[in-house]
């Protein structure tokens, strides 16, 4: 089992920069390719980003534009999203995943977080 726990999510401002974290326990950290999902109410979840068990693999949603950018501390046993120029848009839940394989689909992903809440203000 490996848990994973997010935080720093926040109410920010449209053109803001907000960066959220996702610590995680159980098994060995670097086993896991890492992804970022979001769910906006009223919508699916979505893929945002995700980084490959190195770190030095990486792909992204096309709705991100350069804007966000995922990172890993494996000695931290830590994920990080960095969001800037956040829009209205950009409203919704964050969710951390780990799973074996570097992909986009959430299939790809076995454990989950519990989510943290980003809300960007027009």
């Known amino acids: 089992q490996v848990q994973l726990v997010e935080s720093g999510g926040a109410l920010v401002q449209a053109g803001g920069s907000l960066r959220v974290s996702c610590a995680a326990s159980?098994?060995?950290?670097?086993?896991?390719?890492m992804g970022w999902f979001r769910q906006a109410p009223g919508k699916e979840r979505e893929f945002v980003a995700t980084i490959s068990k190195s770190g030095i693999l990486t792909r992204y949603a096309d709705f991100v534009k350069g804007r966000f950018s995922i990172s890993r501390d494996n000695a931290k046993n830590t994920v990080y999203l960095q969001m800037n120029s956040l829009e209205p848009e950009d409203t919704a839940v964050y969710y951390c995943?780990?799973?074996?394989?570097?992909?986009?689909?959430?299939?790809?992903?076995?454990?989950w977080g519990q989510g943290t809440q980003v809300t960007v203000s027009s």
């Open positions: 995943a780990a799973g074996l394989s570097f992909s986009v689909g959430r299939p790809s992903y076995d454990y």
């Open positions: 159980g098994r060995t950290f670097s086993n896991y390719a």
